[in-house]
């Protein structure tokens, strides 16, 4: 199948997935006219390929449809990282609670019945659109500058999206059910301002789930850090240009060791030491290991002494 492309401007691009060519054209001509960029899709097959291809702003997804449903269709785009942000909002004339649970179990954000009334769509794209584009923008300063995040559907769970780092991490301390848990148990919580951290532990290091954004309950963002002696090496590496040893060598200055102490943990002599000392001092353009030290924590906040 060949590429699709669209030059789409500043438009709102959406994609409407139907089986019935007269709801596509309803839809299509309500959409256009209020201004909208709109691609259909007539299958779930055709929908992934046309959402994968183009990246929508959001997805009015028919839940009832031969082959593929929709609910299967959520759960295919919810599952590739190009396609997990998209907003999607389910067509249907299913009313009962189980349909209705279903639609939302497979990452949708909201759903409307048919008939479907123009008006009605209108204004829930309006919302979904406005909270996509603030994730979007969330999502786009955090990937700039290293951060680790992700953003999760609170009532199932699910991440929607998440950094590099933030990835690396889940995976290395294998926190996927002890995060998923959590978003569980603070989703049922009233006041959310008393929220504690998440804390993963694999051997001497700590994964710190802290969440940042929880007040809309489409979309949470929280933040994740971690401690640990190797973790707070590479932080003063990142942060201060430093080789490894004169990072390993202010790491354990800042924890308060003496310079013998630092040489027994290091292997190496209390002279040698003192230089990687020195050079430190000049990078970070202070004079004392008093100074080094404290600037060193106010960079990197969760250096414990």
């Not at 850090?225 to 200055?253: G, N």
Request: aromatic letters at 6%.
């Amino acid at each position: 199948m060949a590429n699709i492309n669209i030059n789409r401007g500043h438009e709102t691009l959406v994609l409407i997935v139907d089986d019935v060519l007269d709801n596509l054209a309803v839809l299509h001509d309500s959409l256009a006219e209020s201004g909208f960029a709109v691609l259909v899709a007539n299958s779930g097959k055709a929908a992934l390929h046309t959402a994968k291809e183009t990246q929508p702003d959001i997805i009015l997804l028919d839940a009832i449809m031969p082959e593929m449903d929709g609910f299967e269709v959520c759960r295919r785009l919810k599952a590739e990282t190009d396609t997990q942000h998209i907003p999607v909002i389910f067509m249907t004339g299913l009313t009962e609670a189980e349909h209705v649970v279903a639609g939302f179990a497979a990452g949708g954000c909201d759903y409307v019945t048919k008939p479907i009334r123009p008006t009605e769509v209108l204004a829930r794209m309006a919302a979904h659109l406005q909270t996509s584009r603030q994730m979007h923008q969330t999502r786009g300063a955090l990937d700039a500058f290293g951060q680790a995040a992700i953003a999760v559907t609170p009532s199932t769970s699910k991440i929607v999206w998440q950094t590099p780092l933030a990835r690396q991490w889940i995976e290395a301390y294998s926190a996927n059910t002890q995060l998923q848990s959590w978003v569980n148990r603070l989703f049922e919580v009233v006041d959310k301002t008393t929220a504690m951290p998440l804390t993963v532990l694999k051997g001497d290091g700590r994964l710190i789930f802290t969440p940042v954004e929880i007040q809309n309950d489409e979309q949470w963002v929280i933040l994740l850090r971690e401690e640990s002696d190797a973790a707070q090496i590479d932080a003063l590496i990142a942060t201060f240009k430093l080789t490894r040893r004169e990072a390993e060598v202010l790491y354990w200055a800042i924890k308060g060791k003496t310079n013998r102490d630092i040489g027994d943990i290091l292997g190496t002599s209390p002279r040698t030491v003192n230089k990687h000392l020195e050079h430190v001092f000049a990078k970070l353009g202070v004079e004392t290991r008093t100074a080094a030290s404290a600037l060193a924590r106010s960079k990197i906040l969760n250096i414990k002494i």
